[in-house]
């Protein structure tokens, strides 16, 4: 079993910067694909970012490329989202997610086996 735990949420003005992290436990996750999504009040759950294994590829969802970095320290068995230049529309509970296929970039929830239990991200315009 993995255990994740997000940190590093928030309220910050708009144009403002976040740093999240997850801490993964339980078992290492080098060998996990791992992923970012969001979640508005009253919306699906959002796919934002995707890291491979040893970090050698990442995608991001439109709406955010350009002002987040998913990152990863395998060493350290945890995940980052360096977010930047936030907009109130950034505003939702954060979780990170791990495949534990490692195989495929899955912008899908339903591609993740576990998940973190999620940190509020709060931007004021």
């Known amino acids: 079993q993995v255990q994740l735990v997000e940190s590093g949420g928030g309220l910050v003005q708009a144009g403002g910067s976040l740093r999240l992290s997850c801490a993964a436990s339980g078992r290492t996750v080098s060998n996990f694909n791992m992923g970012w999504f969001r979640q508005a009040p009253g919306k699906e759950r959002d796919f934002v970012a995707f890291?491979?294994?040893?970090?050698?590829?990442?995608y991001y969802a439109d709406s955010v490329k350009g002002r987040f970095t998913i990152s990863r320290d395998n060493a350290k068995n945890t995940l980052f989202l360096q977010m930047n230049s936030l907009k109130p529309e950034d505003t939702a509970v954060y979780y990170c997610?791990?495949?534990?296929?490692?195989?495929?970039?899955?912008?899908?929830?339903?591609?993740?086996?576990?998940w973190g239990q999620g940190t509020q991200v709060t931007v004021s315009s």
């Open positions: 890291i491979s294994r040893i970090g050698r590829s990442t």
């Open positions: 997610a791990a495949d534990r296929s490692g195989s495929y970039l899955y912008t899908a929830a339903s591609g993740y086996n576990y």
